[in-house]
């Protein structure tokens, strides 16, 4: 597999179609899987996956082949589908809180539900939150890199956080996993 993925790299940097068509395929489902909880609906997620896919081809020469292909190309995902969110989403009103409350959940409640059931409340939530609970949750990024990332306050990017984790509590309550 590395050595196939190291080929096709190549030719998607000399521009051979048939290996950008052959890479393409290979990561098509990974990239959607990753794009998919940032977006409401599978059309937008798949024209986050084709953007990205454009992004990573033009900046395949900025990858470093001695390094995993996939968390390069998942930080292009993610990127593009908060390029997405500031192209096309009306950002939702936030007050900026200075230190956000948190809600606790059980650990366990995540083991109760199925990947499809996740994204299914995942999607549920507005964009804005979706973002502050995929960003900083699943991807790690704190408060401040979030803020850059979304061009926000850090005081935004914690009460969206909050405001996720609410909601997200009460759709849990309401379809009786939480």
């Given at each position: ?32 899987a990753v ?57 939702l009103p ?85």
């Amino acid at each position: 597999m590395e050595s196939r993925l190291n080929d096709l790299i190549l030719g998607c940097r000399s521009n051979d179609r048939r290996s950008q068509k052959s890479l393409y395929d290979l990561f098509y489902g990974y990239a959607l899987a990753v794009a998919l909880p940032y977006c409401s609906r599978q059309t937008e997620a798949r024209e986050v996956v084709n953007d990205a896919f454009l992004k990573a081809f033009v900046g395949l020469d900025k990858y470093n082949s001695k390094l995993p292909f996939k968390p390069w190309f998942r930080t292009i995902v993610v990127r593009s589908a908060i390029n997405y969110y500031h192209k096309y989403l009306d950002k939702l009103p936030v007050s900026d809180l200075s230190e956000a409350e948190t809600i606790g959940f059980d650990d366990d409640f995540l083991e109760k539900m199925t990947p499809d059931e996740v994204l299914d409340v995942l999607q549920e939530l507005p964009p804005s939150y979706r973002l502050a609970i995929n960003l900083f949750v699943f991807e790690g990024y704190s408060h401040p890199e979030i803020a850059d990332m979304l061009g926000i306050s850090v005081g935004a990017s914690k009460s969206n956080l909050f405001k996720a984790k609410k909601q997200l509590k009460q759709l849990l309550k309401d379809i009786n996993i939480y």
